[in-house]
């Protein structure tokens, strides 16, 4: 089974300040693990994936495989970061379905 | 370019009603989602569609059923509408031919039953 956390609920930040959702997962094989971002009355929407190790709009996640983590960093947040992040892990290989964690509704304060 | 285009996008129901939830991509995607989206529960699926031809249970299948009546189109049917599905529903598309292809979303329908 395929299963993904995301401890916070809630999280909010100042302006400038460093953010850190955390996303950990429970999958047996090699995960391809993603997190997606809702803007408020937008489309859920890619922000990015562990395969393309980007950066997109200044955030960043790394794929932790000893600590079964993906957690998603931005070292200066900024207000337009507010939305809600969700985790997702899809297993690989001929497994189609993608798995969401529960979501982390960050909130940029000015 | 549409994208994923779902209708409708606001419906009210009383309880026992049916009703079906349309869903279309015009981005010749081979795979198919339902997802429900409610507050602290994240996003569940429902039903999926690997391909034209092929459906299975997600987390959440019970209460609905599923036709991907061609490539481009994929349907979700609540045949007695309950209380219990009020919800967020989001239709989403992929090519998985590739890895870790990202998922296309639709717009959303919010879904009230009384």
């Known amino acids: 089974a395929q299963r993904v956390t995301q401890p916070e609920k809630l999280l909010s930040v100042f302006k400038g300040a460093p953010v850190e959702l955390k996303c950990n997962y429970s999958?047996?094989?090699?995960?391809?693990l993603f997190w997606y971002v809702q803007y408020s009355r937008q489309r859920l929407q890619l922000l990015l994936r562990?395969?393309s190790r980007e950066s997109i709009k200044g955030f960043t996640a790394d794929l932790n495989k000893g600590e079964t983590s993906f957690h998603l960093k931005k070292p200066f947040a900024q207000e337009e970061d507010s939305a809600m992040y969700y985790c997702?892990?899809?297993?690989?290989?001929?497994?189609?379905?993608?798995?969401f964690g529960k979501g982390t509704l960050l909130t940029v304060n000015p | 370019n549409a994208g994923v285009t779902q209708t409708p996008k606001f419906q009210v129901l009383k309880t026992g009603q049916s009703m079906t939830l349309q869903c279309a991509q015009d981005?010749?995607?081979?795979?198919m989602y339902w997802y429900r989206q409610d507050p602290g529960m994240g996003l569940r699926l429902i039903y999926y569609?690997?391909?034209?031809?092929?459906?299975d249970k997600g987390e959440v299948p019970n209460g609905y059923n599923v036709s991907r009546l061609n490539k481009r189109e994929f349907s979700l049917r609540l045949e007695s509408a309950a209380p219990s599905q009020t919800s967020v529903y989001f239709c989403?598309?992929?090519?998985?031919?590739?890895?870790?292809?990202?998922?296309?979303f639709g717009s959303g329908t919010q879904l009230s039953v009384l």
């Open positions: 562990h395969i």
């Open positions: 981005m010749n995607h081979n795979s």
């Open positions: 569609s690997a391909s034209e031809g092929t459906t």
């Open positions: 989403a598309s992929s090519e998985v031919r590739r890895t870790n292809e990202k998922l296309f």
């Open positions: 997702a892990l899809r297993g690989g290989g001929s497994n189609y379905k993608l798995t």
């Open positions: 999958y047996s094989g090699s995960p391809e």
